[in-house]
């Protein structure tokens, strides 16, 4: 079973990482307060990282227990552990590195050990970290499960309808797999990891927050029926919530915004 989309607007961006965070950390709260720990799974991109640094400047963040907090990753570029490019590094830099964080419950995605002579040999790397982050996403499952249940898979969306390293009509969209390797990606760098939908759906909560007009016409056409191969973002549902939180600008192609 999963939540139909709820879209929820917002006056503009900087509004908009401020409400994501207070929103993100009552839910932390709330999973710890029902099941003694949390878990989150980060997203890059202009506002994910936004929110981050919200989070950061909140001024109830410590009302969570940042040492019972699960942090797994939505994707990763897959570029030098020390890349500014790196989600990871982003993340760390805006939050992480300032929290009381348990760093045996951060739980990056893998990077090249060496560089790679081209972009097929850095795939071949690629997916044998995809495997890898499967593995660990088993290891903190439920026995008889392969997945954790996250309790927010936190999601930016690309102005061509990608969530995630999940791209039109590009095969990850369609994959089985819990975590996939993508070569070719449009947007670089061209080789990235990334979790699937699949994996995505096995959430409580999955929100997308997207905020500016270059995004609009994808989320018009999210809300008007799109499947996921045109518009990825569409397969990203919850098990018992999906929110589209936006900007007004973001939500200024909706038949409701007119
Ligand atoms: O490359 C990526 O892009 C998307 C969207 O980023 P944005 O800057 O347009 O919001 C992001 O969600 C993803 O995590 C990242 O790897």
Redesign the pocket.
């Known amino acids: 079973m999963t939540a139909e989309p709820l879209l929820v607007p917002h006056p503009d961006a900087g509004v908009l990482a401020r409400a994501v965070a207070a929103r993100l950390i009552t839910a932390l709260v709330d999973g710890q307060a029902e099941r003694g720990e949390a878990s989150v799974v980060l997203?890059?991109?202009?506002?994910?990282i936004a929110l981050l640094r919200a989070v950061r400047t909140s001024p109830a963040f410590d009302v969570v227990d940042w040492s019972r907090v699960d942090v797994w990753?939505?994707?990763?570029?897959f570029v030098a552990a020390d890349s500014p490019d790196r989600?990871e590094r982003q993340a760390r830099e805006a939050l992480l590195d300032h929290l009381p964080v348990d760093p045996a419950r951060i739980f990056p995605m893998g990077h090249p050990r060496e560089p790679a002579a081209d972009d097929a040999a850095a795939l071949k790397a690629a997916t044998v970290a995809a495997a890898q982050y499967a593995e660990l996403l088993a290891s903190r499952a439920a026995p008889g499960t392969n997945l954790p249940v996250f309790d927010v898979v936190l999601?930016?969306?690309?102005?061509d309808g990608?969530?995630?390293?999940l791209f039109p009509n590009l095969p990850g969209v369609m994959s089985t797999e819990a975590v996939v390797a993508v070569g070719n990606?449009p947007?670089p760098p061209p080789v990235?990891i990334s979790l699937t939908l699949a994996t995505i759906q096995s959430a409580r909560q999955v929100w997308v927050?997207?905020?500016?007009e270059?995004?609009a016409q994808a989320v018009a056409a999210a809300f008007a029926g799109a499947g996921p191969i045109e518009v990825p973002a569409t397969g990203a549902v919850g098990r018992e919530r999906t929110l589209w939180l936006a900007d007004r600008a973001a939500a200024s192609r909706l038949p409701t915004a007119r």
């Open positions: 997203t890059g991109g202009g506002i994910g990753w939505g994707d990763e570029r989600n999601l930016g969306l690309g102005p990608h969530v995630a390293s990606s947007k990235r927050i997207v905020a500016g270059e995004k």
